[in-house]
């Protein structure tokens, strides 16, 4: 059922989040049936309801999919399969931006700003305690904000994009909860 990966946990949060990183992985492939819960209670030698509370959380995080007696099993096109698993055909004559990565020709160079800021890092060492944001880049972005009307508060600066939607989701959602995306959409976006 399970081919040779082996659901590991004692705790309802453990034995998803072993499924879970199986199904990222790949290792548990979509539409894979997992064990029955009491069965696999009795494998793990845990309680029945400690497999059901998994099960639900997998179920609410959108990994499995329960059918009452015929049991449960990996989703189609589970949340948390990475887009290199689902393989999504792109027709001839269709561009593929499924990568969100931009054309390398309009890249400016960053050799020099590297540079620069390295050689910058070398006289000012940024140390513990330090502004977590650059002030200039904070004056400039507050000015932005202060033109476009939004309100005064702190500023966090994030590693990219879906860094930034990721810490939003995290701070305001609970896992179940619906969230509306645009169709078509980044396919990196439609992952997280």
Known sequence: MLGEYLITGRGAAE??????????????????????????????????????????????RGVIETAGRRGSRVRAQPATTGRDFIQVDVPEGVRDVSDGNPDPALLPPLGPAFAAAAERGDREPVLYGSSPVEPDLLRL??????????????????SGALDAMERVLAAHLRPGDAVAVEDPSWGSLLDL
Request: aromatic fraction near 2%; glycine fraction near 10%; avoid cysteine.
């Open 15 to 60: 034995i998803s989040a072993s499924v879970e990183r199986a199904v990222g992985s790949g290792e548990l492939e979509p539409g894979q049936a997992l064990p029955p819960m009491r069965e696999l209670a009795e494998r793990l030698g845990v309680n029945p309801n400690t497999v059901a509370a998994a099960y639900r959380t997998l179920r609410e």
């Open 141 to 158: 972005a507050r000015a932005e904000l202060d033109a476009d009307g939004v309100p005064d508060g702190p500023l966090a600066v994030t």
